[in-house]
């Protein structure tokens, strides 16, 4: 191999930095670390809609449902740009030359308004201008055991993230909250409490599977919006997931090019309820359970793990 390609790879292997650096306990990986101030003095307007979620939840879902709804079911709009051009994914930062060198923060600033930003943050690290202006949000959860498996996966086939080892490795890191964006158990049961002070729409991925009028009928009712039913079922139709899987716009194929492998398993995944029965032991449910148990005492908040 050529020097100068040798010499490439090898800054570009250092620019994807795969490690984790915790702030405040929660691991972030070490670009979005390096600019965290930036982060937390990001200024919110008061028309920005927020959609918040533990990785892997449904966040490209809900955003589609959002923009759509925001276009008027005008389905040649929301193809103007890939989901992650559309919506500024808030702390994501990979600087240049890294491939797919991306600010979350530069594309919002640069963005009009109305704007919808995406955040995996935990509740406590969102930039307070986000509570001055009293901006809507959306959070959406997904029960652990799902949301696990799809982490893992996405894991495998995404550089930018450290290796996840075997399912079994990947459980106890999870369990233990040591994995980006930290603990899952920690982050729904935050935003849980948080929705009861704040403009906050609390969504369950499980409830959008079982029932996607009634939950995008919700999400039009939180945006303001009342849109004919025609449009409704354009909406309810292209944010499925085989429209959105063939979609190249939500599916995630135009970005990440050369950090996401999507032969060794693809952004759009499965997208189902109960996936997680294909990969735990009955050995790991049980552990899996009372560990569960015991972090999901202090909540109200219950899930569904199947339908
Ligand atoms: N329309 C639709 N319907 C049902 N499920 C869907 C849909 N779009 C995305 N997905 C599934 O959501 C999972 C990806 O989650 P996120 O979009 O939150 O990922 S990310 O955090 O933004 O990277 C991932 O889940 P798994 O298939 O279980 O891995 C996607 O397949």
């Avoid at 002070?197 to 939950?215: A, G, W």
């Avoid at 995008?216 to 909406?235: A, G, R, S």
């Avoid at 952004?267 to 109960?274: E, L, N, P, S």
Wanted: with cysteine.
């Amino acid at each position: 191999m050529a020097l100068d390609k040798m010499e490439k790879l090898h800054l570009e292997d250092k620019m994807i930095q795969t490690e984790l650096c915790e702030l405040e306990g929660i691991p972030l990986t070490k670009p979005v670390y390096s600019i965290w101030d930036q982060v937390w003095n990001f200024k919110a307007r008061p028309d920005d809609l927020l959609i918040a979620t533990y990785a892997k939840a449904g966040t490209t879902w809900t955003q589609e449902i959002v923009d759509m709804i925001q276009q008027n079911g005008d389905t040649e709009k929301c193809r103007r740009a890939s989901t992650y051009r559309r919506h500024p994914f808030l702390e994501w930062y990979m600087p240049e030359p890294a491939p797919n060198g991306y600010s979350g923060l530069e594309i919002a600033e640069a963005m009009p308004s109305p704007r919808i930003i995406k955040t995996h943050l935990p509740v406590q690290m969102v930039p307070p201008s986000f509570w001055e202006q009293n901006c809507k949000i959306i959070y959406v959860a997904r029960n652990a055991k799902d949301n696990l498996v799809s982490y893992y996966h996405f894991h495998r086939m995404n550089k930018a993230l450290p290796d996840p080892g075997t399912m079994e490795e990947f459980m106890e890191k999870f369990m233990a909250g040591k994995v980006l964006w930290g603990s899952w158990y920690d982050h729904v049961k935050g935003w849980w409490k948080a929705k009861d002070k704040h403009r906050i729409l609390y969504l369950f991925y499980e409830d959008m599977k079982e029932n996607p009028k009634r939950e995008i009928q919700k999400i039009m009712k939180f945006m303001e919006k009342d849109l004919e039913q025609e449009v409704l079922n354009k909406i309810i139709h292209n944010t499925s997931f085989e429209i959105m899987k063939e979609n190249p716009m939500t599916n995630y194929t135009k970005d990440f090019v050369g950090l996401m492998d999507h032969s060794v398993s693809p952004f759009m995944r499965k997208g189902v309820v109960g996936d997680w029965k294909n990969y735990f032991t009955v050995a790991q449910n049980k552990k899996f359970d009372e560990d569960y148990n015991k972090k999901m005492a202090d909540t109200s908040l219950v899930f569904r793990a199947e339908l």
